[in-house]
């Protein structure tokens, strides 16, 4: 079985551009997750997708980032215009019920 | 919302000594506690969880300890090796809500 698959690996990008990350999850799980994790903090919750639906996007920062799961399948965060504290590490996760995540390698974004 | 607290940050233990991970929650709703393992440049995999129905749980070296009263639990590592060397994040959810992590703790196992 594919596991949870995440790219780009690494993204460097400067103050103000846009930056789209992709989630591919395992197959046929419904529920997708994006966490994110800056240095030496805890991994924090960002939203939850059930098959197509935003079930909780309760932990979005703010505006700038726009997450979407097209047909229930992959799903991308697109952060737009990118600000430096939205530099740290993007995990994505899915899971068949709401429990026992099984998480991507996550991706780098660092915003210069 | 839940809090969840972790403690130490960082633990260096000689190999083949123990380790031992604590962490407390706040939400009494709570009921379902994971703990995962991050290797240098590798994913977070679960290694263990836990429910509220259960007090303790073993699985080889680890283990993990509930104490629902006090809000805390505890993962138990035996034996380490020098491949237990790795963050370690505890989790706790109610089941309606989003699992939330504690900050990681930086396990090295000194040789």
């Known amino acids: 079985e594919a596991g949870v698959t995440q790219f780009p690996s690494h993204s460097v990008i400067e103050k103000g551009q846009t930056v789209t990350l992709r989630c591919d999850p395992i197959s046929g799980h419904d529920n997708l997750y994006w966490y994110r994790r800056v240095m030496g903090k805890e991994i924090k919750f960002l939203l939850h997708?059930?098959?197509?639906?935003?079930?909780?996007e309760s932990g979005m920062p703010n505006n700038r980032f726009l997450a979407e799961r097209t047909g229930g399948t992959y799903s991308t965060l697109k952060v737009q215009p990118a600000e430096l504290e939205d530099s740290g590490v993007y995990f994505c996760?899915?899971?068949?019920?709401?429990?026992?995540?099984?998480f991507g390698s996550g991706t780098r974004l660092t915003v210069v | 919302g839940e809090n969840v607290e972790q403690h130490p940050s960082t633990l260096s233990v000689q190999e083949g000594d123990s380790a031992v991970i604590k962490c407390t929650y706040s939400?009494?709703?709570?009921?379902?506690f994971p703990w995962y393992k991050q290797e240098l440049g590798k994913r977070p995999q679960l290694i263990i969880d836990i429910r509220s129905n259960v007090g303790e749980k073993k699985d080889q070296r680890i283990a993990v300890t509930l104490n629902k009263t006090a809000k805390h639990f505890s993962l138990h590592i035996t034996e380490t090796q020098p491949e237990d060397s790795a963050v370690y994040f505890c989790a706790a959810n109610s089941g309606n809500t989003p699992i939330v992590f504690g900050k990681g703790t930086r396990l090295s196992v000194i040789a």
């Open positions: 996760a899915s899971s068949q019920g709401r429990r026992r995540l099984a």
């Open positions: 939400d009494s709703a709570s009921n379902y």
């Open positions: 997708f059930v098959k197509e639906s935003k079930q909780d």
